[in-house]
């Protein structure tokens, strides 16, 4: 089945540590994306990519980082500088020029 | 800069009624447009999209939605509600499919 997966679905994380989420698409999709979804505020773009090696920062950047190594993957690391990181995170891939799909997202909570 | 804007958190219907999601948006330039749907710990699906074909855009699920370049809106319909709609809806602008720029949202709740 084609798709996007995005593991773990459920993470949880001290204060201080640093945390990479994991989002795979065998969809041959060139672009992919990450989002932040928090209650009330809708989806809010982190970081996206176009091309492999190539990424851009999104609406709200600080405190996260990823990597663009292989066209399938596109992990991102939320860092110990993000202030608030409890919260749903959604990957997102697509063709250049068509719609975004979605992966089923990972709810980390920091405790 | 491009904005949505989705009136009413909330909306609450009964089963068999129609259902009526209002979104407006702002853009600069003309718009791509998406509603996308949200179940409960999941991610969104692609309901519906517009980009400047037909006004009247058909879409999964018996919804459909109408571009009004007059009114800014994008507001999506379904006729008879079922109990299986009941989700979250998004409705997001574009320009040129890139940077998806969302909504807060709106919970539809279907009640018997």
């Known amino acids: 089945d084609g798709g996007i997966t995005q593991s773990p679905k459920y993470l949880f994380r001290k204060e201080g540590q640093n945390v990479t989420l994991s989002c795979e698409q065998n969809?041959?999709?060139?672009?992919m994306y990450w989002y932040r979804q928090d209650p009330g505020q809708g989806l809010r773009l982190i970081y996206y990519?176009?091309?492999?090696?190539?990424?851009q920062k999104g609406d709200i950047a600080e405190g996260y980082s990823v990597s663009r190594e292989k066209k399938e993957s596109f992990p991102l690391t939320v860092t110990s500088a993000q202030k608030n990181p409890t919260a749903f995170y959604l990957c997102?891939?697509?063709?250049?020029?068509?719609?975004?799909?979605f992966g089923p997202g990972t709810r980390l909570t920091v405790l | 800069a491009q904005s949505v804007t989705q009136l009413g958190s909330h909306v609450s219907v009964s089963e068999g009624a129609l259902v009526l999601l209002r979104c407006n948006y702002s853009?600069?330039?003309?718009?791509?447009l998406f509603w996308y749907v949200q179940y409960p710990n999941q991610g969104l699906q692609l309901l519906l999209k517009?980009?400047?074909?037909?006004?009247l855009v058909k879409g999964i699920n018996g919804f459909e939605a109408e571009f009004k370049k007059s009114e800014t809106s994008f507001h999506l319909t379904k006729p008879s509600a079922h109990m299986s709609d009941a989700a979250e809806y998004f409705c997001?602008?574009?320009?040129?499919?890139?940077?998806?720029?969302f909504g807060t949202g709106t919970r539809l709740l279907v009640s018997p």
């Open positions: 853009s600069s330039v003309p718009p791509y």
């Open positions: 969809l041959n999709h060139d672009a």
């Open positions: 517009y980009t400047s074909a037909a006004t």
């Open positions: 990519s176009q091309i492999v090696n190539d990424f």
């Open positions: 997102a891939s697509s063709t250049l020029g068509n719609e975004q799909f």
């Open positions: 997001a602008v574009s320009e040129g499919f890139q940077k998806l720029v």
